[in-house]
């Protein structure tokens, strides 16, 4: 029997899985396997080659689908984000250090069993870093990515060591062994900001004040940010992640001088993105009612992030700084999610 190549995105009903799907299936050059534990989104659905509903943790389903289909990349987006993650660590460590290495392993397999590189794209996290208390965070400024390793979460003590993971089993897997075979699997990793969508509204993270109080404003809902109005850390819009993500896949192997990459695009505090939404929804309600365990968690991570090495090595460059995320890609959108017509109108309800 014949396997079809495919991309296998895990997590795919995500905000992260939903722009990528719809990029992927865009540029025609990919057949996807979509992997959640939730049914896939009726939106995304018809642009896979199959929607599998299941656990990364279930490795007979992980075992099929090696079977089934020819992996050619692997974009692993299952996790518990970091605020889910304080919940329940251990949940949240299974989920985001046993998936991935099951995934990794069967990555691995793949690749030898073939004889070629099973790409692996892996999002980790500014969360992968953690900075002891503010005025060392001012100071700090933009971190390169071996700096300030220190993870205060389990969410960021996951993905760090997941990083290390992909490195482990990219270069060194069974390294004892009489015989390596050729092949296994190639891991790339960016570590992404806060992200945000026009599309989707984010959960279980703690950067998700940003997009909630867009979204708040737009749907005419007063919005309580649980975090200062001076606190500031690295966001991207959608767009970039996704591009993002995309550059280091379809980058030369012999381009990259790491697995692990920074990306970045703006910076804004909570109070200057609210006054941002205000001219945007005039009448919106924001308030500052910081919530202390969620504010410490920011409060670790950095301000910026020097993201040098990925526009060096595949070209990273956002295309959306503050201004042009809100002008051209939050407000429009959003507006026309919530059925705004006119500038300036604050809309109810969805
Ligand atoms: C979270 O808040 O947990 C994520 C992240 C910064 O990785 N959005």
Same mark, same amino acid.
């Given at each position: 029997?014949?396997?079809?190549?495919?991309?296998?995105?895990?997590?795919?009903?995500?905000?992260?899985?939903?722009?990528?799907?719809?990029?992927?299936?865009?540029?025609?050059?990919?057949?996807?396997?979509?992997?959640?534990?939730?049914?896939?989104?009726?939106?995304?659905?018809?642009?896979?080659?199959?929607?599998?509903?299941?656990?990364?943790?279930?490795?007979?389903?992980?075992?099929?689908?090696?079977?089934?289909?020819?992996?050619? !990349?692997?974009?692993?987006?299952?996790?518990?984000?970091?605020?889910?993650?304080?919940?329940?660590?251990?949940?949240?460590?299974?989920?985001?250090?046993?998936?991935?290495? *099951?995934?990794?392993?069967?990555?691995?397999?793949?690749?030898?069993?073939?004889? !070629?590189?099973?790409?692996?794209?892996?999002?980790?996290?500014?969360?992968?870093?953690?900075?002891?208390?503010?005025?060392?965070?001012?100071?700090?400024?933009?971190?390169?990515?071996?700096?300030?390793?220190?993870?205060?979460?389990?969410?960021?003590?996951?993905?760090?060591?997941?990083?290390?993971?992909?490195?482990?089993?990219?270069?060194?897997?069974? @390294?004892?062994?009489?015989?390596?075979?050729?092949?296994?699997?190639?891991?790339?990793?960016?570590?992404?900001?806060?992200?945000?969508?026009?599309?989707?509204?984010?959960?279980?993270? !703690?950067?998700?004040?940003?997009?909630?109080?867009?979204?708040?404003?737009?749907?005419?809902?007063?919005?309580?940010?649980?975090?200062?109005?001076? !606190?500031?850390?690295?966001?991207?819009?959608?767009?970039?992640?996704?591009?993002?993500?995309?550059?280091?896949?379809?980058?030369?192997?012999?381009?990259?001088?790491? @697995?692990?990459?920074?990306?970045?695009?703006?910076?804004?505090?909570?109070?200057?993105?609210?006054?941002?939404?205000?001219?945007?929804?005039?009448?919106?309600?924001?308030?500052?009612?910081?919530?202390?365990?969620?504010?410490?968690?920011?409060?670790?991570?950095?301000?910026?992030?020097?993201?040098? @090495?990925?526009?060096?090595?595949?070209?990273?460059?956002?295309?959306?700084?503050?201004?042009?995320?809100?002008?051209?890609?939050?407000?429009?959108?959003?507006?026309? @999610?919530?059925?705004? *017509?006119?500038?300036?109108?604050?809309?109810?309800?969805?």
């Amino acid at each position: 029997m014949s396997r079809k190549p495919v991309v296998l995105i895990t997590g795919a009903n995500g905000e992260v899985g939903h722009g990528l799907i719809h990029a992927l299936a865009d540029s025609g050059r990919y057949d996807i396997v979509a992997l959640d534990l939730r049914e896939l989104d009726s939106a995304i659905a018809p642009r896979c080659v199959d929607t599998v509903v299941g656990d990364i943790l279930d490795e007979n389903l992980l075992g099929r689908l090696a079977t089934e289909y020819e992996i050619s !990349t692997i974009f692993h987006l299952a996790a518990l984000l970091s605020t889910r993650a304080e919940y329940n660590p251990e949940q949240a460590h299974r989920v985001n250090v046993e998936g991935t290495l *099951s995934l990794l392993r069967m990555a691995v397999e793949e690749g030898r069993s073939r004889g !070629t590189w099973v790409k692996f794209l892996f999002p980790s996290s500014i969360a992968a870093y953690g900075l002891p208390d503010l005025e060392t965070k001012r100071q700090a400024g933009r971190v390169a990515e071996h700096e300030w390793n220190t993870p205060t979460t389990m969410y960021g003590c996951n993905k760090l060591y997941c990083e290390s993971l992909g490195r482990y089993y990219s270069q060194h897997y069974r @390294r004892l062994a009489p015989q390596s075979a050729p092949g296994g699997v190639d891991f790339r990793c960016v570590r992404f900001p806060g992200l945000i969508s026009a599309f989707t509204v984010p959960s279980g993270g !703690t950067s998700d004040y940003l997009p909630e109080m867009i979204h708040a404003a737009a749907r005419g809902e007063a919005y309580p940010c649980f975090v200062r109005e001076d !606190t500031r850390i690295t966001f991207m819009a959608m767009p970039d992640a996704i591009r993002a993500l995309l550059g280091l896949m379809e980058a030369p192997a012999d381009a990259l001088t790491s @697995r692990v990459y920074n990306v970045g695009a703006f910076s804004p505090t909570a109070g200057e993105f609210a006054e941002h939404v205000q001219r945007a929804f005039p009448g919106a309600e924001i308030r500052f009612a910081p919530d202390a365990p969620r504010q410490g968690i920011v409060d670790s991570w950095p301000e910026d992030v020097d993201d040098g @090495r990925a526009r060096h090595d595949w070209g990273h460059e956002p295309e959306y700084d503050l201004e042009r995320a809100l002008a051209e890609y939050l407000v429009p959108n959003i507006r026309k @999610r919530y059925g705004c *017509s006119k500038e300036g109108e604050v809309c109810m309800g969805e």
